[in-house]
């Protein structure tokens, strides 16, 4: 894949345009200067390109902002073809200048100089004066309303000749990390990609996007989603950190599998038991990943392991026996076993379990403890049973007579099949389904 990086100072749409190439609403998009702080990427649909995302230039030499230009040079350096945006409105900025001269000096990739938010002629300033950036001729674009797109693809096609290609079925396998602020997850995700991809620093609230980045890992290719950290709604009272929030519970919607991240020098809180709740109930993978194990007292870490344990079985009714790891995301122990594990997990989840196995299974837990008459005083009859779901599994048993099965008959026959079957640290439904009289 060919990589398209769009650059520019804060503010000048270039996340906005970021979702009109990918079609996607990836990119966090504010008002607010300086939201966009990792570099994120997406495909442009149909093309053999891979689009960037960066943040704004800032002239910092320490914090956020130095680590996220960092990052922005990282991308220019080595991009096959650089986008570099303005604001048509407000004209030629100084920081625009020194944006150019930068990439001038990084990069001799094929630059195009985009003059965003030009809906309005009227409302344009001297465009002329962007001939001083260096990069030749303006293009008037809205990335708002996607107008000027065609000279864009038109500029990627000159360089990549004709790089249609047929859309093949991704088959990676898609991992979002979640979990409270400050617990490790972007720690995590660059221990994953063997490099420093993420901000990473010692205060909450770093990671704003729901950064995903492909990669190999453990023998898999993997999608790994960093997102922002989630705190109680009471904590939140900033409109960015709410989209970001927004966007981090989206990411568990995308995801096959969910690594919440905790920090296990602390007690879990209600908060992570509300983000494992919200996973078992959308039918997802979890795995609940205790970072900073190293940290922890070795005479004391038997004991909180089982406590924690005994704190998430005690909590869901989803899952029989949830799937906790100990890792040290700084130090790398227990990483590739974590991925190993939910490798196995995935595996489990994609089997066609056969349908007479399920029906004899069933057939002894219903042996062994009948079904409760109905309200109408009418026996529960289990007929049929059989796997049609896989992403959560699925078992559809079919019933005569009533079918107002109790939730605790219910709990008896999941815990039964997901013993049976390894399916303890899966999400399992169930489902029934009434037969028909043909008498009737």
């Known amino acids: 894949m060919k990589r398209l990086v769009i650059v520019g100072r804060p503010n000048t749409g270039k996340s906005t345009l970021f979702n009109g190439l990918t079609n996607t609403r990836d990119a966090l998009v504010h008002d607010r200067p300086g939201v966009t702080r990792d570099t994120i990427s997406g495909n442009i649909p149909n093309t053999n390109w891979t689009v960037f995302d960066t943040a704004g230039l800032e002239n910092a030499k320490s914090g956020i902002a130095h680590n996220s230009t960092d990052m922005a040079i990282n991308a220019i350096t080595n991009a096959d073809a650089i986008l570099f945006v303005v604001d048509g409105r407000v004209g030629l900025n100084p920081m625009d200048i020194e944006w150019a001269k930068l990439v001038h000096k990084k990069s001799k990739a094929p630059a195009m100089l985009l003059v965003n938010k030009s809906e309005s002629v009227k409302r344009l300033a001297d465009i002329h004066d962007f001939y001083k950036l260096g990069f030749g001729e303006p293009n008037l674009i809205s990335a708002e309303h996607k107008r000027g797109f065609d000279d864009i693809f038109e500029f990627l096609s000159k360089i990549a000749g004709d790089d249609t290609v047929e859309e093949k079925p991704d088959t990676s396998i898609k991992v979002a990390v979640l979990g409270q602020p400050n617990v490790g997850k972007s720690t995590f995700v660059n221990r994953v990609l063997g490099e420093n991809r993420q901000i990473v620093m010692d205060a909450p609230g770093i990671t704003r996007d729901t950064v995903k980045i492909p990669t190999r890992f453990y023998g898999r290719d993997i999608v790994i989603m960093d997102t922002a950290g989630l705190?109680?709604?009471?904590?939140?009272?900033?409109?960015?950190?709410?989209?970001?929030?927004?966007?981090?519970?989206?990411?568990?919607?995308?995801?096959?599998?969910?690594?919440?991240?905790?920090?296990?020098?602390?007690?879990?809180?209600?908060?992570?038991?509300?983000?494992?709740?919200?996973?078992?109930?959308?039918?997802?993978?979890?795995?609940?990943?205790?970072?900073?194990?190293?940290?922890?007292?070795?005479?004391?870490?038997?004991?909180?392991?089982?406590?924690?344990?005994?704190?998430?079985?005690?909590?869901?009714?989803?899952?029989?026996?949830?799937?906790?790891?100990?890792?040290?995301?700084?130090?790398?122990?227990?990483?590739?076993?974590?991925?190993?594990?939910?490798?196995?997990?995935?595996?489990?989840?994609?089997?066609?379990?056969?349908t007479s196995l399920i029906n004899r299974i069933v057939e002894k837990l219903v042996a062994e403890r009948q079904p409760p008459m109905s309200r109408l005083k009418r026996p529960m009859k289990i007929k049929f049973a059989r796997q049609t779901g896989h992403h959560p599994l699925k078992v559809t048993i079919n019933v005569g007579g009533a079918s107002d099965i109790p939730e605790s008959y219910t709990r008896y026959l999941r815990r039964g099949i997901a013993t049976a079957l390894h399916w303890e640290h899966l999400p399992i439904v169930i489902e029934y389904k009434k037969d028909e009289n043909p008498f009737d």
């Not at 705190?231 to 929030?245: C, M, N």
């Not at 879990?268 to 997802?284: F, M, P, T």
């Not at 924690?308 to 906790?324: A, Y």
């Open 231 to 354: 705190r109680r709604k009471a904590g939140i009272t900033d409109d960015v950190e709410t989209l970001s929030a927004l966007k981090s519970l989206d990411a568990i919607e995308k995801a096959n599998i969910v690594i919440l991240v905790v920090d296990a020098t602390k007690n879990i809180e209600n908060q992570a038991l509300g983000i494992a709740s919200r996973v078992y109930d959308a039918g997802k993978i979890l795995c609940v990943a205790l970072n900073k194990w190293d940290l922890v007292e070795e005479a004391e870490r038997e004991d909180k392991l089982l406590k924690l344990k005994h704190q998430f079985s005690n909590s869901f009714h989803q899952i029989i026996k949830p799937l906790i790891l100990a890792i040290s995301a700084e130090k790398g122990t227990g990483v590739q076993n974590l991925f190993k594990r939910i490798y196995e997990q995935w595996d489990i989840s994609n089997m066609d379990t056969p």
